[in-house]
Structure formats: C-alpha cells, structure tokens
C-alpha cells in the first residue's frame, strides 16, 4: 500500500530551527510537495523535490532522499504567524497526489 | 501565479437540500481539477479527480450519487452535495491543474465550509 508518515505535532521556540521529517512508499513518484495549511484555511504551496538534495527557499528549505524515501522540511527563525501544519504529499506513478496527515507545528514565545 | 476561487465560501443548508459549490481557475486553463474534504484536525482526503469534458473519478467510498460533479469547461468545475446530511458537514476543498506539459503543480482554492444543520 501507499503511506506517507509525518509526526503529528511538533513545538518549537521562536527564532529557532526546526526539521519536519517525512518517509514515503509509494508507487512510483514523480515528486514530493510540502504544504502550510493555517486552521480553517486551504494548502498553500512551500517546494516541490523531485531531485535529491536541498532546495532553498528563504526561511524555508526542503530536501529529499529517493534512495531513502525521506524528506524534510526546515523552518529557520521561526515567526509566530509559522504555527501551522504543514502537510507533506508524494506524486505517484498516476500523478495524483498522496497526502500525510500533517504535521502541526506550534510556535512559542 | 495560477489563482483558484470557490464559491461560495462558507454555507449553512438544511439537512435534506443540495447545495452547489464551484471551482473556478482563474488565470489558466484547468485541465484536471481535484476534490478535496478535510475534516477537523485530519488531513485532506481525495473525492474525485475531474478531467475536463470526461466523468469524474471517485476515489473508493465516495458516494458518486451523492456528490455530483461536472467539469464542463476548462475553467469551472462544480461538486454538488445532494440531500446534505449533518455528517456531510466539512471542509471542501478545490485543486486544479493543467496537466497539458507535464505540469505537477495543484493550486489549491480557498476552501468551502459547509455546515449541514
């Protein structure tokens, strides 16, 4: 079967760093997205890894390992208004998009 | 970038009426559009994938009946709950996506809240 496995909650201090881990099996991919999601509100899009390595994109990074099944999410200096979840979703061989369950990440002073 | 609206964006409705919801690209042509229903503190589960001009394709345990959905043009896309129940009560959420290119990119609307009383 497909499973993407996220942690369900994570905490971290603001201005610090923190890592969002995320394994995958699927049938075959064709990339990996990571999401913010504020409550009550829809995705809105962070990366796109289809390659290893790091992608970096100003506070955010994301890296991804094919080899392993694993990606991560960095978040650096950390801002209250970053308290989300942040949903990590694998393109399979059918181009549809499998979804973790997300992760939410609270943000404090 | 490519921008997804919903309408409307929240409804209340009786239970036993059907309401409408529509998904609209606005600055591009949206070849594939996805239906999405999130539920309090879960994470987003995939209805159907439309592809324009063509029937949807309901994921297992939707009800197609239930949730009608037309994608008639390359632009809007609608998802119709008929005879609404209180459990049909949630977040419904758009995608949308031109597929033509290989593009893997979803932009997501801003989401329907639907409350079934």
């Known amino acids: 079967g497909q499973n993407i496995d996220q942690p369900t909650e994570m905490t971290a201090t603001e201005g610090a760093i923190v890592q969002i881990n995320c394994t995958y099996q699927t049938s075959g991919f064709n990339g990996l997205f990571w999401y913010q999601q504020h409550a009550g509100e829809a995705p809105t899009f962070l990366s796109y890894?289809?390659l290893d390595g790091l992608e970096e994109k100003g506070r955010f990074s994301s890296f991804l390992s094919r080899s392993k099944g694993y990606s991560y999410l960095l978040l650096k200096e950390l801002q209250m208004k970053d308290s989300a979840s942040y949903l990590c979703a694998v393109m399979d061989s059918n181009y549809q998009l499998i979804w973790g369950a997300g992760t939410k990440l609270i943000i404090k002073p | 970038g490519a921008v997804v609206s919903q309408h409307p964006s929240w409804v209340i409705c009786k239970s036993g009426t059907s309401v409408k919801i529509e998904c609209r690209s606005l600055?591009?042509?949206?070849?594939?559009m996805f239906w999405y229903r999130q539920f309090p503190k879960q994470s987003l589960m995939l209805m159907a994938t439309?592809?324009?001009?063509?029937?949807?394709?309901?994921e297992q345990g939707v009800e197609k009946d239930k949730f009608l959905i037309n994608h008639a043009s390359l632009t809007l896309s609608t998802l119709t709950v008929t005879s609404a129940h209180p459990e049909d009560s949630s977040f419904y959420i758009c995608?949308?996506?031109?597929?033509?290119?290989?593009?893997?990119?979803?932009?997501f609307g801003p989401g329907t809240r639907l409350t079934v009383t």
């Open positions: 995608s949308a996506r031109d597929s033509r290119g290989g593009e893997t990119e979803q932009y």
């Open positions: 890894n289809v």
């Open positions: 439309s592809n324009e001009g063509s029937k949807a394709t309901y």
């Open positions: 600055d591009f042509q949206a070849t594939t």
